[in-house]
């Protein structure tokens, strides 16, 4: 019997033990990565952190600190694509945050597009001008899109005309049954 609680004195303390290894210095190594730009170091700690048992909100708000920090790298260099899914995820985490707010809202709803991406595409097309297999230069170009867009207004042009058409014809038909 004096057997039991001294085992369960000992269980209770190798588990606080085990829980109490992720240290304020390991947090601070977390921070100085982060600061440091070092996103797939802190994304290892982190999934170090969790290993060790860390307590659920403390490893929440480490990772979305992360989420930040990585989405703020990303918006700095333009690639507003790339960094979105990180300010949503820490948007959801933290709605009150009136930074990620502020990023989120600029970003949500358009249609983004990482720019180093897209003028390495244009570099890319342009050094390839010479060999056989050639891309058209004007993909990006200002005629293409206006080539696009004047399909699509033919489209809904014709798409207007024909629901006039119907409005008129309905019209004409009530007229005429009015008057009978």
Not at 3 to 22: C, G, T, Y
Not at 83 to 98: E, M, Q, S
Not at 103 to 113: F, N, P, T
Request: glycine fraction near 2%.
């Amino acid at each position: 019997m004096t057997k039991n609680p001294i085992l369960l004195s000992i269980l209770f303390f190798s588990i606080s033990i085990n829980a109490q290894e992720v240290s304020e210095e390991d947090i601070f190594q977390f921070r100085n990565l982060l600061k440091s730009k070092k996103f797939h170091d802190a994304e290892v700690l982190i999934e170090r952190f969790y290993q060790l048992g860390m307590d659920e909100p403390k490893l929440e708000l480490l990772e979305t600190e992360l989420w930040i920090e990585k989405a703020d790298d990303l918006y700095s260099r333009k690639q507003y694509k790339s960094a979105f899914p990180y300010y949503n995820n820490a948007y959801i985490r933290w709605r009150t945050n009136p930074k990620i707010k502020e990023r989120y809202d600029e970003l949500a709803g358009k249609i983004l597009v990482d720019e180093d991406t897209q003028a390495n595409i244009r570099k890319m097309l342009k050094s390839n001008k010479n060999d056989e297999t050639t891309v058209p230069s004007n993909i990006f170009s200002s005629k293409t899109m206006e080539f696009i867009n004047s399909e699509r207004i033919e489209i809904l042009d014709n798409r207007v005309w024909n629901l006039s058409m119907l409005f008129s014809l309905s019209l004409l038909t009530n007229i005429i049954f009015f008057f009978r």
